[in-house]
């Protein structure tokens, strides 16, 4: 496994998250430093869905973390079985969300704890102690916030247009339902106000999907602001495409080019940008310290390599004055 940079040993590090391709980082940075992790992972993808509050980006995250992921998809568990949906499907139910039998049981139980007084923050916690998950894992808020994608055909709830729809719309802009009311937790407020913080990496997530709603959240865009220790984001993109998902598709909609030039231009809160070698010829167009390294994540090692660029990167920009390092 590779090794954390001496200087920011025991020293605490956020990372903001969203589902699939965050997740694969957020592993990484969890096999590297364990308890001195935080994951600040999106809530706006949440919905109800047959009766059940279903948190798809906190559930990547737990089950990566946790072991239990499907690898090949990207979100549920592994060894699912689909009898329920099936079941669902005879009788005429709603089968355009799948949900596995395993993973069912963490949807029952979320609900069951949430009707019970329990904050979502408080649930995740416990799940993730009992995955056996070193990381604290917390949902940006524990007050809902919708992402609402605002498309050529009308509104559209976030799972409907993600899944029901395939991102086949185009996205004119996203919002944010009640992020401007939405407060961040304590234990949000604590990790990123913690005067030791050694830094915030921002994950390979879809920004307009997934980082996003994130930073609508005030309260945490007003810590970000005071946040002295260097905020580091990768790119999603690896010569002008994601790994997984829409995010070029929705560039190219919202009339910005699909490179990581504009994912610089896009988080203009961040002190470096980690892209991938595809993109070396970027570099020099940025405004900003650079790190070129391999982003894609294949395998487990590829994991662990990259969350040690990112911690090296954070302390490279905290030691050399922030200067243009490649
Ligand atoms: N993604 C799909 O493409 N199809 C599904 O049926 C689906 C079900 C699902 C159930 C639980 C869960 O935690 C995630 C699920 N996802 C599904 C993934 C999810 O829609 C997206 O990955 C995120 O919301 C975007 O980050």
């Given at each position: 496994m590779s090794v954390q940079p001496s200087s920011l040993r025991g020293r605490p590090v956020v990372a903001l998250c969203g589902g699939v391709g965050g997740a694969k980082l957020a592993l990484g940075l969890e096999r590297l430093i364990g308890a001195d992790l935080t994951v600040i992972v999106n809530t706006g993808d949440d919905f109800e869905h047959l009766g059940l509050h279903v948190s798809p980006d906190i559930d990547t995250v737990l089950y990566t973390l946790g072991g239990l992921s499907d690898i090949e998809r990207g979100w549920g568990r592994a060894d699912e079985t689909w009898n329920f949906m099936e079941s669902l499907g005879g009788l005429g139910g709603e089968t355009w969300f799948r949900l596995g039998d395993r993973d069912l049981a963490m949807h029952v139980e979320r609900t069951?704890?949430?009707?019970?007084?329990?904050?979502?923050?408080?649930?995740?916690?416990?799940?993730?102690?009992?995955?056996?998950?070193?990381?604290?894992?917390?949902?940006?808020?524990?007050?809902?916030?919708?992402?609402?994608?605002?498309?050529?055909?009308?509104?559209?709830?976030?799972?409907?247009?993600?899944?029901?729809?395939?991102c086949a719309p185009v996205v004119k802009r996203l919002e944010f339902k009640n992020a401007e009311h939405a407060a961040a937790s304590d234990q949000v407020l604590a990790a990123l106000n913690n005067p030791n913080l050694a830094a915030v990496i921002v994950c390979p997530s879809n920004p307009y999907l997934s980082v996003d709603p994130i930073l609508a959240v005030l309260d945490i865009w007003n810590a970000l602001e005071r946040v002295t220790a260097p905020i580091v984001a990768v790119s999603p993109l690896i010569g002008g495409q994601a790994v997984k998902g829409p995010t070029a598709k929705i560039m190219a909609e919202l009339g910005v080019p699909a490179d990581s030039v504009a994912i610089a231009r896009h988080y203009r809160f961040i002190d470096g940008l980690i892209i991938d070698e595809t993109d070396r010829g970027d570099a020099g167009k940025m405004d900003m310290p650079v790190h070129v390294t391999s982003t894609w994540m294949r395998s487990l090692e590829d994991r662990d390599r990259l969350a040690a660029d990112c911690l090296e990167f954070a302390e490279r920009l905290a030691t050399a004055d922030r200067r243009k390092v490649t």
């Open positions: 069951r704890a949430l009707r019970a007084g329990m904050s979502l923050t408080d649930f995740t916690t416990a799940m993730a102690r009992r995955l056996g998950i070193a990381s604290r894992i917390l949902p940006m808020s524990d007050d809902r916030v919708e992402t609402t994608v605002m498309t050529a055909d009308g509104p559209l709830p976030f799972q409907r247009y993600f899944v029901g729809l395939q």
